[in-house]
């Protein structure tokens, strides 16, 4: 089984940095071949323990919350354990783990609030990264947190989830301010 460093390691390499926000196939299908079983068994709750560290909890909400967007580009499976990896997230930051971690990692701690579509975990992403002093990340917060506030969720998510659009979030989806993931 994977070790919370392996994790780390592996997510903060200089390979692998790049490719955060700039992903490919072949990068998510790595990253699929080497996780996945360690993905299965954190969405089954069999990785608790890794929560008894600061990096260990960080290495967990990677697994949680980044992996599957990468992992199940483009199905629902992606979003499946962001709840798992907010709830891990928030354990984390009550113990003040947060303090002990560098920028980027603080940032993918803080990250599942960004990625929910409830009002109140966008506003707490908005406050996570402002008060850490993330400038970067915070823009990005609050581009997440108005689109959730404007449509009530992330309106490129319909197509994945199998949601309806609304003929505003249509109009949304075609024009050139559109947010896809």
């Not at 979030?169 to 050139?176: M, Q, R, T």
């Amino acid at each position: 089984m994977t070790t919370p460093e392996q994790v780390i390691e592996f997510w903060f390499s200089g390979r692998v940095q790049p490719l955060w926000f700039h992903s490919t196939t072949e990068f998510d299908a790595e990253l699929a071949e080497r996780f996945l079983p360690t993905w299965q068994a954190a969405r089954q709750r069999a990785l608790s323990d890794w929560e008894d560290t600061a990096d260990g909890a960080l290495a967990l909400v990677i697994v949680l919350d980044q992996f599957p967007l990468n992992m199940f580009r483009g199905r629902p499976e992606g979003y499946s354990t962001e709840a798992a990896a907010r709830e891990v997230a928030g354990r984390a930051i009550a113990r003040g783990f947060d303090a002990s971690l560098d920028d980027a990692q603080k940032a993918f701690l803080y990250m599942p609030y960004m990625h929910s579509e409830t009002l109140a975990d966008q506003d707490r992403s908005v406050t996570l990264f402002r008060e850490a002093g993330l400038t970067e990340n915070l823009k990005f917060a609050e581009h997440h947190r108005d689109l959730v506030q404007r449509f009530g969720r992330f309106p490129h998510r319909n197509a994945i989830l199998g949601r309806e659009s609304t003929p505003q979030e249509l109009a949304y989806l075609a024009s050139d301010e559109a947010f896809h993931g």
